[in-house]
């Protein structure tokens, strides 16, 4: 799990390039679902990475802190944003004083955290009446498309079905928002994307070369203006504590 967690370093360009971002109406649900507005509260962002979520919860107000344990992701992240403060740390350890934050979000990394010791260093930071959100980006699988996509990678990395976005114990209940969107890319920029997983980081060049060559051939008449729709659904979990 650790390769896998620190594998985003070397590609952390292409990770700031290409990944997605996350709609308006995202920031609106974890308003709504912790009671309070994001103007003004202090956020600490875990696993930051390039700062994708970190610098829209400071567009909205926040005042967010960013932590991330990656040398990689660490200097794309003050490379891009020299004014929003990070420190260097991850979930099990948080670097922030007790009692010190209002929210603590993590934007696609809970899965890379022991919560044996996340959650009680979350409990730990929060002030009384904090909350803990956690969201993922997945895609759309309504999608022909894009269903077909995912199997193929199931397929390809022999998934067998196994989840890791079980929800913590020990932070109350969870309430749950989907919030749907979608963007407009080139095909050349989807495909960088998907390339910017963890899987395929760690996978070796030669097996990814070929995986991409094999899915450029398939996905180039599906869009022959080289436009590809990515839809997405954002699951957000929010306990406040």
Known sequence: MTTRARSFDAAAASYAAHRPSYPPALFDAVEALTGR???????????????????LLHERGAEVVAVEPGDGMAAEFRRTYPRI?????????????????????????????????????????????????????????????????????????????????????????????????????TLDDHLANLASHSAFLVLGEARTREYFAAERELLSPLFPDGIVEERYVVSLNVAVV
């Open 37 to 55: 507005p994001l103007a003004g509260t202090r956020v600490a962002d875990v696993g930051a990475g390039t700062g994708i979520a970190t610098t």
């Open 85 to 185: 403060p990070i420190v260097r740390g991850d979930g099990d350890r948080l670097p922030l004083a007790t009692g010190s934050v209002d929210l603590i979000t993590y934007a696609q990394a809970w899965h890379w955290t022991d919560p044996a010791r996340s959650v009680p260093e979350a409990r730990r930071v929060l002030r009384p009446g904090g909350a803990l959100a956690l969201w993922w980006n997945d895609t759309d699988t309504t999608v022909p498309w894009t269903a077909e996509q995912e199997e193929r990678l199931r397929v390809f990395f022999e998934v067998k079905g196994q989840t890791y976005r079980t929800l913590p114990e020990g932070l109350g209940e969870f309430a749950t928002r989907s919030v749907p969107w979608s963007r407009r890319i």
